[in-house]
């Protein structure tokens, strides 16, 4: 009895809206096309076309739907440019802080720039709060700009992954800090 009401009260909320990977955009363009094609095919033997033509053209198709150098081949004439999320706070800070620094302090050279980017970014935190503002800012604006690209053409373009590139898995480890190193760095601290 339980389980038929889980199941009801499952079936009254509103699934979330999953990203369409490209074997489903292409799944759903070929199907409505095969069953114009071919009406008194079972649904069945229209899936096996579809697995057929996929692995038939896959290069070519997963192409469709990959983005490459920020841009993505919507159909075979169009290539539209791909929103891409902001760099990080850090970088945000050092480009802002090598800037400042080139124009006061000309006379630096590269290793004193970083080096001072360095000291800064331990010690000035008016700077970094003004680096995460930027991030936030930038983040929101590359969010909306998703969320336009979803609407528009259906899909979140994937990065594709050469050949012999192999993701590699983090375990995840129950990491304990040694207390030596704790009061150690309590020390340094206070002093």
């Known amino acids: 009895m339980q389980k038929q009401r889980l199941k009801q009260l499952q079936l009254d909320q509103p699934t979330p809206i999953k990203q369409s990977s490209a074997y489903r955009k292409f799944y759903d363009e070929q199907f409505v096309i095969l069953q114009q094609q071919y009406p008194k095919r079972t649904t069945e033997e229209l899936i096996k076309l579809i697995k057929l033509k996929w692995k038939a053209k896959e290069r070519m198709n997963t192409h469709k739907y990959f983005q490459k150098n920020g841009f993505v081949n919507i159909n075979d004439t169009e290539r539209v440019p791909v929103p891409q999320p902001p760099p990080s706070v850090m970088i945000i800070f050092q480009k802002q802080m090598r800037q400042h620094l080139e124009m006061t302090h000309p ?60 993701v590699k898995q983090i375990q995840n480890t129950s990491y304990q800090p040694n207390p030596l190193v704790q009061l150690l760095n309590k020390k340094v601290k206070y002093e």
């Open 107 to 166: 006379e630096y050279n590269g290793t004193q720039i970083d080096r001072t980017i360095k000291f800064e970014w331990g010690s000035n935190s008016a700077l970094k709060e003004k680096a995460a503002d930027e991030y936030k800012k930038l983040r929101q604006e590359f969010e909306n700009q998703k969320k336009e690209f979803i609407i528009k053409y259906g899909f979140w373009p994937q990065h594709k992954k050469f050949q012999g590139e192999q």
